[in-house]
């Protein structure tokens, strides 16, 4: 993957955030899960903007497909918030991606509420980061990098910041997910 220039980068943020991207715009192998994981999101909305929830998994997908992330790894996206925000089922995750490392990643993403109320969500964050996989780590970047720029709070704001700035001390990053940490910091 050659290295995107500050103008792409806005320009790939710009579409994921503002423009619609449709399922034809996903390869044909990730189609089953953006028609499933639209419809296991279909009455939720975004906390802060109000717009339905499915826009969010669907633009950290569209981060990760341009980013060259593969078709796992782009169902993966597409399914991130299912384990933990709806009624899904790993199985079922594994049988609409037909894949056993696209339900891993989500299992992997799945946040651990219990965990969270015993480090505290700042900590918590920074340890998960440390020891996601290369490709959850990817993922979860990429959700990151959407996060920031649809109306945080500043404390959210600021959490991803210190978790960003934590994971590049902690441990060494792939290119795309060192190039998306880069962003993040920028946001």
Known sequence: MAAMTLELECALLEIALHQRIKSTDFPLKC???YYF???RHAHQERKASGKPYFV???GVAFIVMMLDGTNDEINAALAHDLLEDTETSFPEILTVANSVECAELCSELRNNPFRIDELGKDE????KLEGLSD???FIKLADMLYNSYDDPAEKAL?????????VLLKRKLSPKCEQLAKMILLA
Do not use: D, E, I
Request: hydrophobic share 30%; with cysteine.
């Open 31 to 33: 189609r089953a899960m």
């Open 37 to 39: 994981a639209k419809g």
């Open 56 to 58: 969010h998994p669907r």
């Open 124 to 127: 918590y964050m920074s340890k």
């Open 135 to 137: 490709s959850a780590l």
């Open 158 to 166: 600021t959490r991803m910041y210190h978790n960003v700035c934590n």
